[in-house]
């Protein structure tokens, strides 16, 4: 996918809004560079999402009514979805403010070849995640989950949130993490730049590969506070 429209590229990711007002995420929206053209949403956004209409109408409908005003300022919105929040996709595909991406997707901004994640899928140490996660975002799971009645959905999702939480708490920071092996396979497609969250770390790294000099991205928070990154493009 190609951007044409030059502007700076804003990035967030592992947000967890927790619903109502935040105003840690919303000062961050409020620092947002006057130029912005785009901002993409790379997953865990949402700190739990089903698609219903407590969700839609009551938890999230302030967060989600500053993020219509900004796309109709003439920002680009795109999503991209977590592992919190990747029921989110069903609901915001429907919503003609946004567009949502596939988790991973390669865009070209500003001549770069950038693959833009959420970051879950690079964390291949953690096989078990791994397995869960193709079981769990499957289609038939995805459709039972849609299907739930409204009681039965929202227990399910504090359930689940809390069995979340438990399972990271057990695992090693090695397991959590993104093994260079990882992102030397996405470079070796060609890639100039890694942009992803979902281990909540911030750093930049160089890695040369093919006789060229590549970067990585990883952000979402740092010393215990949310961010965001952003360059031109």
């Given at each position: 996918?190609?951007?044409?429209?030059?502007?700076?590229?804003?990035?967030f990711a592992?947000?967890?809004?927790?619903?109502?007002?935040?105003?840690?995420?919303?000062?961050?929206?409020?620092?947002?560079?006057?130029?912005?053209?785009?901002?993409?949403?790379?997953?865990d956004?949402?700190?739990?999402?089903?698609?219903?209409?407590y969700?839609?109408?009551?938890?999230?409908?302030?967060?989600?009514?500053?993020?219509?005003?900004?796309?109709?300022?003439?920002?680009?919105?795109?999503?991209?979805?977590?592992?919190?929040?990747?029921?989110?996709?069903h609901?915001?595909?429907?919503?003609?403010?946004?567009?949502?991406?596939?988790?991973?997707t390669?865009?070209?901004l500003?001549?770069?070849?950038?693959?833009?994640?959420?970051?879950?899928?690079?964390?291949?140490?953690?096989w078990?995640?791994?397995?869960y996660?193709?079981?769990?975002?499957?289609?038939?799971?995805?459709?039972?989950?849609?299907?739930?009645?409204?009681?039965?959905?929202?227990?399910?999702?504090?359930?689940?949130?809390?069995?979340?939480?438990?399972?990271?708490?057990?695992?090693?920071?090695?397991?959590?993490?993104?093994?260079?092996?990882?992102?030397?396979?996405?470079?070796?497609?060609?890639?100039?730049a890694?942009?992803?969250?979902h281990?909540?770390?911030?750093?930049?790294?160089?890695?040369e590969?093919?006789?060229?000099?590549?970067?990585?991205?990883?952000?979402?928070?740092?010393?215990?506070?949310?961010?965001?990154?952003?360059?031109?493009?």
């Amino acid at each position: 996918m190609v951007m044409t429209q030059s502007g700076q590229n804003v990035f967030f990711a592992d947000l967890h809004h927790p619903g109502g007002e935040n105003e840690e995420i919303d000062a961050l929206f409020d620092e947002l560079p006057s130029d912005t053209s785009r901002v993409f949403l790379l997953g865990d956004i949402f700190h739990v999402w089903i698609n219903d209409p407590y969700f839609i109408d009551t938890l999230y409908a302030s967060f989600l009514k500053r993020l219509r005003s900004l796309a109709h300022s003439g920002v680009q919105l795109f999503f991209l979805e977590g592992n919190r929040d990747f029921l989110a996709s069903h609901y915001l595909e429907e919503q003609p403010w946004i567009d949502v991406l596939p988790n991973p997707t390669v865009l070209d901004l500003g001549g770069r070849a950038v693959y833009v994640g959420h970051g879950d899928e690079l964390c291949w140490n953690d096989w078990a995640y791994q397995l869960y996660k193709t079981f769990i975002r499957s289609a038939p799971m995805r459709l039972v989950a849609d299907k739930l009645p409204s009681a039965i959905k929202q227990n399910a999702a504090r359930r689940m949130e809390a069995a979340s939480q438990r399972i990271v708490k057990g695992k090693t920071q090695s397991t959590l993490a993104v093994p260079e092996r990882a992102y030397l396979q996405v470079f070796s497609a060609g890639v100039d730049a890694i942009v992803h969250g979902h281990i909540h770390n911030t750093y930049q790294k160089s890695i040369e590969v093919q006789g060229k000099n590549r970067r990585i991205y990883c952000f979402g928070w740092k010393d215990g506070k949310r961010n965001m990154i952003h360059f031109e493009g």
